[in-house]
């Protein structure tokens, strides 16, 4: 099984972001191809970079950042869901990603988002590109949620066929770019 890490990048109080991670983070177990982990970018607390030394040198100071390393290090792929903040991810993401260098290379990425009338497609988009920088692949097939408040009732994700056909061919793409990225990283390793 992949080690899948599920991300979500929400971390205001009020945040409706973890209802959506449950509902992928269960999705994702039910395909069987994964074993999932949720991290969620609010309880993990980074802060601001806080480390003296660039990211590619691997020389982390800091315990935060050195379990945030051994976490990403640990995946095989990521699923981030993300909401659309001023035309773009969330801070606290961005934050996250650039906190490391190595640990991204060579995995794929899917991307849920979600928001109003745009669906979180800005941040999408921002966010699909940023990955590319880290060595990530991030994949083509989008999870964006237009009016996402509609489908929560009771504390709970209830999408229409629409969102859950496009979570099923996202998660059966990760599936594939994860097998073939797995050897393109060891390679990479023996490398370095």
Known sequence: MYQLKIIGATVRPSRLGPIIVDWVAAQARAHGAFAVE???LQHLNL????EPFHPSLRQYTQEHTRQWSRHIDRADAFIFVTAEYNFSYPAPLQNALEY???E???KAAGIVSYG???AGTRAWNALKSDLSSYRMVPLVEAVNIPFFTQFIHDEQFAPN???KTALSAQLNELARWTGSLHSLREAAATIS
């Open 100 to 102: 490391l260098v190595h």
């Open 38 to 40: 949720v991290l969620d």
């Open 116 to 118: 109003g009338v745009s």
């Open 47 to 50: 802060p601001l970079m806080d």
């Open 104 to 106: 991204w290379a060579y």
């Open 161 to 163: 066929e629409v969102t």
